[in-house]
């Protein structure tokens, strides 16, 4: 099986630098543009079934891809970031860096916010049952820490050593065969390279 990782396009809060944990928001007029850019990709690679984050940029960002009746669940939500929903990155560094840090790392949680290992558990369960039917690419519109979570438990890639991966960008893991999981892609872009995403 071949995971077909999308992460949303830009969100409405994305230019503000805002964190968005499981906020609700829609794309941003680019944000849309960029979901756009790359449904000639996903055409062109095809997909044998669809699975999506329930929430709203990553919904739209699946419709405009040309997912195939994707089955929506809340086991693909980003990680809860708690009382940093909303909040500004530069805002959060300049109170507790290490914090923050910290929580790139997956090594702490924000108040209110969801356990690292906890998340990852959740979005491998979800992993796991979609290989339980077999697909040769299977297309995964997600968050980007859904993203971290998965080269994290497949590939033994810790989040402190993985960027994040540019918006409505495209990942591929093969997992099977007989061989251990595999990184096929990563964070590419139709039409560009990324190299500011926000750390």
């Known amino acids: ?3 077909l990782l999308v992460r949303h396009g830009q969100s409405e809060w994305n230019a ?3 964190l968005q944990g499981q906020a609700d928001i829609g794309l941003s007029e680019l944000g849309k ?3 756009d850019a790359l449904r000639s990709v996903i055409t062109g690679i ?3 079934r669809a699975v999506s984050s329930d929430l709203r940029r990553v919904t739209e960002t699946a419709q405009r891809i040309g997912a195939e009746k994707p089955r929506f ?3 693909l939500r980003e990680i809860d970031v708690g009382d940093w ?3 500004p990155i530069d805002d959060i560094r300049a109170e507790d860096d290490a914090a923050y840090l910290g929580w790139r790392a997956g090594t702490f949680a ?3 916010g969801e356990e690292w290992d906890a998340f990852a558990d959740r979005i491998c369960s979800v992993i796991e049952d979609e290989r339980q039917t077999p697909c040769q690419n299977l297309l995964v519109v997600c968050h980007g820490g859904v993203i971290r979570a998965i080269l994290q438990r497949y590939l033994g890639l810790a989040p402190a050593c993985v960027i994040p991966v540019a918006p409505a960008s495209l990942n591929a893991l093969r997992l099977g065969n007989g061989k251990p999981p595999r990184l096929e892609l990563f964070n590419y872009l139709p039409d560009s390279l ?6």
Do not use: I, K, V, Y
């Open 46 to 48: 095809g997909h044998c």
């Open 110 to 112: 924000p108040p209110g």
């Open 1 to 3: 099986m071949r995971l």
């Open 33 to 35: 543009s960029q979901a």
């Open 194 to 199: 990324e190299f500011g995403a926000p750390d």
């Open 73 to 75: 669940t809340e086991g």
């Open 16 to 18: 503000s630098r805002r």
């Open 85 to 87: 929903t909303g909040r």
